[in-house]
């Protein structure tokens, strides 16, 4: 799945959900304790007062007197049976007052007898405390004959299961079912027939449902009773005799439900098209916990079966599934019944089905029926994306070597919509930006939407017809689709120039895992809120990264091979990670245990430090755990098998001068020419960790570059100053040092490097200027200028060819007129006349869009302008610019009622909030406002998404990201500490704190140095 689109990184609840962040600054559970967690019982929040606590504090600098208060919230593992240390009783006494200056001593019968009691009451609260929570539920719990301790309904009886995770003891072969949907009333009635074999001899079926009422349930035939438990979201069967290893049963269930009033399960949609009538339509999203709100499953990846799919419709709506339709049927009652032919095996989470006023358009290609749909008034937006996803097709077919499977394939843009987009087999369903090209979009669209094209046609192979058998494996559906979109978009497209964006998807994925708080690639996985968060940079951008690691040690044809055996030997079952593996192993001649090697990257969290230094011709080196370490945390002891490549001033710029050497102790040593003058690890940064060279060899690299910018890939220049700055935060290499050694920027011409310092500059910038650190910000906003200032003017303002220097260029000039250097907003100002002259008709270069209109929206006039373009648009790319415009406005009124709006979802979608909060935090003016409209709105919040969704951990991550003073520290524990089963234990919160922390720590090693040099 992709996250939620947008030009960052491109992972599902990656590209699946990156549609949320406009640029994201720096994101299993943690296993260690909390050091001083959040006891929620002992908080009061009061959003109000804290916010004017902290503004007020943020404008008279007022942090150095604040006391010294360095505790962090450490999450626990979520579970829907909490166990609460707060569920005990106490007794209070009354005594009375005796007079004053007397004093009488207990007898020691009294003592005694107080003793015993003391030890009964400790006793009983002990006891209390270990009992399970559901002790104190109002379902209670029951014990059964045996140890285990099972759950009790909310009618009373008891429910026959004890576990989240389903029992093995049957298996679904087949379901059929058919749906009837109302898009009036918003409801919808069904039936399913599930056809099980059995395992082991069981007297009892368990399988999942949530939010339908069960109307009648039959077992072969003959009715029998439904037990639920809702907290669980099961329902089970009790059977009367056992039923029989190897024998098939059938299962039929009628139900009725509301369609889903959020975005998951069968939900319902709306758009209002250009005549002004709403348009309703109702479509699916399962992944990865949601096929169970839309019909009684098995819902879990493992349990792979066939569907055979019917749905009733009106005249006026056709249907869409994962399979071509076989027939239709004209009903009695006016109304059409369609019926899909029986699908491949697949998992439940990859169901879907839709019901909507679509248009369409169709080619044959590679023996597939390719179709792309959209509402009728987009549908001249949809011809891009029928040329590229025939050709990406094309490609997998021949690279994995195994054709795709289903006889159609359809993508559809559906108009309101969360994930970026969902990669149903057969039925790839997207956000409309993510999927429809107009004839002003930029190539940078294109890059994006070629890039989520090319993510959810790899899923078809990587995640559907092999699938990972539990959700701690997801890495290996979104690492392999996001490793597969770069490489495959550099095969069939190299016009587009992906190469940056894989790399800036590595850097990314690099500060994500430097925390404590991050999980292993592959990690312990059990509760629906845990399996939400898998949903990250981990899973689907580390994940790539060290399958392009894995390719660029063993060669691109050898780790070929090695996939076209794993899906060959697996296709159609479900895997983990040793399966892959094992296959790999298969074709890698080398003396390298691959399993070995690679679970030192998937089974621990994290990455390795690389110190190298140099003696002569020997060349020493260490590894060790790369912990940003807030808390004075251990770091791990743990060893990475690295492939480190090398290249030195020799030879430094083709991949026939990279030198490998299997580093996998603490310490290792080897030796080099008496000539080598220096050495840059980490070829083309195709490894994932960090390098320092002390200081003689970052001066040698720096020197090197002073004189030669080229004696250097423009990759290898990149990750010299990611590097850089990570070990500034480390605290390995002082910020001065980091700001001398780019000195040799005024020399740069390459997009990478560039966009890397800039980013890292601006990041600085805006945590300075959220301090109200008057003469740092103006200092640091000099700074830029003189590094980057004639590189900023030097812009042209006109058609760019070259996708990368179409990249550089928004870059630059964003920053230019963020930062109001006069030169760009005269520019931006006088290109927005001229379009506002033309009636909107002359054509804006699609990636200075949102620079333009962002200058314009500064002012009242203009933004109400723009409100009405934005409301009109039918062009998704121009209206998400447009709303990013909107939202960067420095007027207080106009962000709260943005705000407000996007959660509203009349005048802008919901899906579009977290991109709303996104802009405005990077803002002075609004960051605060938002940080309160999160606390005052978040049960809402909750409604519209799940918790632990990428949505929220967007919305988190936007809102926080950029405190640096204790008191807000305090605050973000405080308020989350009160949440609860509300949210309190989501890996983000940890996150965020965690980045907060680290913000303080750099503040205070760092302000009064950045006050003298600047």
């Not at 700074?783 to 900023?792: A, E, N, P, R, T």
């Amino acid at each position: 799945m992709e996250p939620h689109g947008g030009r960052d990184p491109l992972p599902r609840n990656m590209i699946e959900n990156s549609m949320f962040e406009e640029e994201p600054d720096v994101m299993d559970l943690a296993k260690e304790s909390p050091s001083c967690p959040i006891d929620s019982d002992d908080v009061v929040y009061e959003p109000r007062s804290s916010r004017l606590l902290v503004r007020g504090l943020g404008e008279n600098d007022q942090d150095d007197e604040e006391e010294d208060y360095e505790s962090s919230a450490r999450l626990l593992g979520m579970s829907f049976m909490n166990r609460s240390s707060n569920q005990r009783g106490a007794t209070s006494s009354f005594v009375r007052q005796q007079p004053s200056g007397l004093c009488s001593m207990p007898s020691a019968k009294t003592t005694v007898l107080g003793v015993l009691v003391l030890v009964v009451v400790a006793s009983v609260v002990m006891v209390i405390y270990f009992l399970p929570s559901c002790t104190f539920s109002k379902e209670g719990c029951q014990k059964s004959n045996s140890s285990t301790i099972y759950p009790v309904t909310s009618e009373g009886e008891l429910f026959p299961w004890s576990e989240l995770r389903l029992p093995t003891s049957v298996r679904p072969v087949q379901y059929e079912i058919s749906l009837h949907l109302n898009l009036t009333t918003l409801t919808f009635q069904g039936s399913v027939t599930i056809r099980v074999v059995v395992l082991n001899e069981t007297k009892v079926i368990v399988l999942h449902s949530s939010g339908m009422k069960i109307l009648k349930c039959t077992f072969q035939d003959k009715e029998v009773k439904v037990l639920e438990y809702k907290p669980w979201q099961q329902i089970a069967i009790n059977i009367s005799e056992n039923l029989k290893k190897g024998q098939t049963y059938v299962l039929n269930i009628n139900y009725m439900a509301n369609l889903s009033s959020s975005y998951d399960g069968f939900y319902n949609s709306s758009y209002i098209d250009t005549t002004w009538e709403k348009r309703v339509l109702a479509a699916t999203q399962f992944e990865p916990l949601a096929a169970r709100k839309a019909f009684p499953c098995f819902d879990e990846p493992a349990f792979k079966a066939t569907f055979l799919i019917k749905i009733k419709r009106e005249r006026e709506y056709i249907s869409l599934s994962n399979m071509p339709k076989a027939k239709t049927t004209e009903l009695p009652d006016g109304l059409f019944e369609d019926e899909f032919e029986s699908s491949v095996n697949m998992s439940t989470y990859l169901v879907a089905f839709i019901v909507a006023n679509f248009s369409s358009v169709s080619m044959n290609a590679s023996n597939t029926v390719v179709s792309v749909y959209a509402v009728p008034d987009k549908k001249d937006q949809v011809h891009y994306a029928l040329q590229t996803a025939p050709q990406l097709l094309q490609f997998y077919n021949s690279f994995f070597d195994i054709n795709y499977p289903l006889r159609k394939l359809d993508l559809v843009g559906i108009p309101d919509f969360l994930a970026g987009a969902m990669e149903n087999w057969g039925l790839i369903t997207f956000r409309e930006t993510t999927l429809l090209v107009g004839n002003h979009s930029s190539d940078i669209d294109k890059q994006l939407v070629t890039s989520v094209i090319a993510h959810e046609l790899a899923h078809q192979w990587f995640g559907n017809l092999v699938t990972m058998r539990w959700w701690n494996d997801l890495w290996l559906n979104e690492g392999f689709a996001t490793y597969m979109q770069y490489m495959s978009i550099q095969k069939v497209f190299p016009h587009l120039e992906i190469d940056n964006e894989f790399l800036r998807v590595r850097f990314r994925a690099l500060e994500k895992d430097a925390l404590n708080s991050s999980h292993p690639v592959s990690s312990v996985v059990n509760t629906p809120e845990q399996v939400e968060e898998m949903f990250d940079a981990v899973s689907y951008e580390k994940g790539a990264s060290i399958l392009l690691m894995l390719n660029a040690t063993f060669t691109e044809q050898v780790f070929r091979e090695g996939i076209k055996e794993y899906l060959k030997k697996y296709r159609g079952g479900n895997t983990d990670s040793n399966d892959l593996w094992s296959s790999l192993s298969q074709v890698i001649k080398q003396s390298v245990d691959v399993g070995q090697m690679m679970n030192t990257w998937t089974k621990q969290k994290g990455f390795p430090l690389v110190t190298v230094s140099r003696a002569g011709t020997q060349v020493k080196l260490m590894q060790e755990h790369f912990l940003l370490n807030a808390n004075n945390v251990t770091a791990s002891s743990n060893l990475w098998h690295i492939p480190l490549t090398y290249v030195n001033d020799t030879c430094s710029n083709s991949i026939s001068c990279r030198q490998v050497f299997h580093f996998k102790d603490k310490t290792a040593k080897f030796e080099v020419p008496t000539s080598v003058k220096w050495l840059k690890f980490n070829y083309r940064n195709e490894g994932f960790y960090v390098v320092d060279y002390g200081d003689k060899g970052w001066e040698a690299l720096m020197d090197a570059l002073k004189e030669n910018v080229n004696v250097l890939s423009r990759e290898d220049r990149a990750s010299l100053i990611n590097n850089l700055f990570a070990l500034s935060r480390l605290g390995k290499v002082s910020i001065i040092q980091v700001l001398n050694l780019l000195t040799y920027l005024k020399n740069e011409t390459e997009t990478a490097p560039l966009t890397e310092a800039l980013r890292q500059l601006n990041h600085i910038y805006r945590l300075l200027g959220k301090r109200s650190d008057l003469f740092l910000v103006s200092r640091m906003r000099t700074h830029i200028f003189d590094h980057f200032g004639d590189l900023m003017d030097s812009q042209s303002w006109g058609k760019e060819m070259s996708v990368s220097k179409q990249e550089l260029r928004s870059a630059l000039l964003e920053t230019a007129c963020t930062l109001n250097r006069l030169n760009c907003t005269q520019q931006a100002k006088a290109l927005f006349n001229q379009w506002m002259a033309s009636n909107r008709t002359m054509r804006i270069p699609g990636e200075l869009l949102k620079v333009v209109l962002s200058v314009a929206a500064q002012t009242e006039q203009d933004w109400n302008t723009l409100f009405n373009t934005y409301k009109f648009s039918i062009l998704d790319s121009e209206k998400r610019k447009t709303l990013q415009a909107l939202a960067s406005t420095q007027n207080i009124r106009t962000i709260m009622w943005i705000l407000q709006a996007g959660l509203d979802g009349n005048d802008i979608q919901t899906p579009e909030l977290p991109l709303v909060i996104s802009t405005v935090c990077r803002h002075f003016a609004g960051h605060l406002y938002a940080w309160d409209f999160v606390k005052e709105n978040w049960d809402k919040l909750t409604q519209k998404f799940p918790v632990g969704s990428f949505a929220l951990q967007s919305i988190i991550a936007s809102t926080t990201s950029q405190f640096s003073r204790k008191l807000q520290l305090e605050e973000v524990q405080s308020f989350f500490g009160s949440l609860k089963e509300r949210g309190s234990q989501m890996r983000s919160v940890q996150e965020a704190i965690e980045n907060i922390e680290l913000n303080i720590r750099w503040m205070e090693s760092n302000l009064a140095t950045l006050r003298k040099w600047l």
